[in-house]
């Protein structure tokens, strides 16, 4: 089993910066690609961004050149900061962890970004 714990959601204006996280724990060998995927209100979940442990990274057109995915291999743990936020930002942002042939979802962390 695998826990995913996102934090570093929370209120910004429109043009302002967050930063996320996600931990993992639990009993696994190894993680393999680990990514953000966000679903806003009456919408279906897309997604973000994604990395592999080698660093290789893929990004959503729509956070392309704001958004920045990074990982600590040694800590299992990846991040996302947010720069330029725009209101169509706000989503409830999921952590994913592939380990083995499974997904792994965090539990969701609130962006709200106000215009």
């Known amino acids: 089993q695998v826990q995913l714990v996102e934090s570093g959601g929370g209120l910004v204006q429109a043009g302002g910066s967050l930063g996320l996280s996600c931990a993992a724990s639990?009993?696994?060998?190894?993680?393999?690609?680990m990514g953000w995927y966000r679903q806003a209100p009456g919408k279906q979940r897309e997604l973000v961004a994604t990395i592999t442990p080698g660093g290789t990274t893929n990004y959503a057109d729509s956070v392309k050149g704001r958004f920045t995915i990074s990982r600590d291999n040694a800590k299992n743990t990846v991040y996302l900061q947010m720069d330029g936020l725009k209101p169509e930002d706000t989503a409830v942002y999921y952590c994913?962890?592939?380990?083995?042939?499974?997904?792994?979802w965090g539990k969701g962390t609130l962006v709200t970004v106000s215009s």
């Open positions: 994913l962890a592939d380990v083995a042939v499974a997904h792994y």
């Open positions: 639990g009993s696994f060998f190894k993680i393999h690609a």
